[in-house]
């Protein structure tokens, strides 16, 4: 059973990534302040649900929500600032964009840097312990299929409809045999040696 609050702060938000383990494409975040009276029984980790449990969460969460943001950080940035950073980058973007402003943030994983001098806790698993938190890894998972998509639609060869630019071995076939395209991460190891 998920948990709603963390903290005794009634403007709690909750933030997530996905796209984390990605080849392609951006990493991106939600961010996400949900009411005291938040329920939605099927609400969980989003990578232990199915993409058609998610796709029907989605309009659920983004209409009970208090507010909520997402944000993508691209390839390049990654790139630039190495994936960790950038997933930190994204929620904090998707913080920023919040209204209210938060008084404590959770986030899952075991690191965050710190943002506008909001408290905040990091929380191993938080996507399977606390509600805001499971909230926004679907927001986050749904919003970054959907610009996968668009982005397969442009480079079909990878199937980044199917794989979302993950590092399955259809995709790696595709690299071999195509090289790579302006969405990849080239700081990633893009081929198994």
Same mark, same amino acid.
């Given at each position: 059973?998920?948990?709603?609050?963390?903290?005794?702060?009634?403007?709690?938000?909750?933030?997530?990534?996905?796209?984390?383990?990605?080849?392609?494409?951006?990493?991106?975040?939600?961010?996400?302040?949900?009411?005291?009276?938040? +329920?939605?029984?099927? %609400? *969980?980790? $989003?990578? @232990?649900?199915?993409? #058609?449990?998610?796709?029907? !969460?989605? =309009?659920?969460?983004?209409?009970?929500?208090?507010?909520?943001?997402?944000?993508?950080?691209?390839?390049?940035?990654?790139? +630039?600032?190495?994936? %960790? *950073?950038? $997933?930190? @980058?994204?929620?904090? #973007?998707?913080?920023?964009? !919040?209204? =209210?402003?938060?008084?404590?943030?959770?986030?899952?994983?075991?690191?965050?840097?710190?943002?506008?001098?909001?408290?905040?806790?990091?929380?191993?698993?938080?996507? $399977?312990?606390?509600?805001?938190?499971?909230?926004?890894?679907? !927001?986050?998972?749904?919003?970054?299929?959907?610009?996968?998509?668009?982005?397969?639609?442009?480079?079909?060869?990878?199937?980044?409809?199917?794989?979302?630019?993950?590092?399955?071995?259809?995709?790696?076939?595709?690299?071999?045999?195509?090289?790579?395209?302006?969405?990849?991460?080239?700081?990633?190891?893009?081929?198994?040696?």
């Amino acid at each position: 059973m998920l948990s709603l609050r963390f903290s005794k702060l009634g403007l709690e938000c909750g933030t997530d990534e996905a796209g984390r383990g990605c080849l392609a494409g951006p990493v991106t975040a939600a961010a996400i302040i949900l009411p005291d009276d938040f +329920e939605l029984p099927l %609400l *969980n980790d $989003s990578k @232990l649900l199915s993409e #058609k449990i998610r796709e029907n !969460l989605k =309009p659920m969460i983004m209409e009970k929500a208090i507010s909520f943001a997402v944000s993508h950080v691209n390839h390049d940035k990654i790139d +630039e600032i190495n994936i %960790l *950073n950038a $997933s930190i @980058l994204a929620m904090q #973007k998707s913080i920023v964009k !919040l209204n =209210p402003t938060p008084e404590f943030i959770i986030v899952d994983g075991n690191k965050f840097k710190p943002l506008n001098n909001i408290p905040y806790s990091t929380i191993i698993k938080g996507d $399977s312990k606390y509600m805001s938190i499971a909230a926004a890894s679907v !927001l986050a998972k749904t919003f970054r299929d959907e610009y996968m998509n668009l982005l397969h639609d442009e480079f079909p060869m990878y199937n980044w409809k199917q794989n979302k630019g993950y590092p399955t071995k259809e995709h790696r076939e595709a690299i071999r045999k195509y090289g790579v395209c302006k969405y990849h991460r080239l700081t990633f190891r893009l081929l198994p040696d």
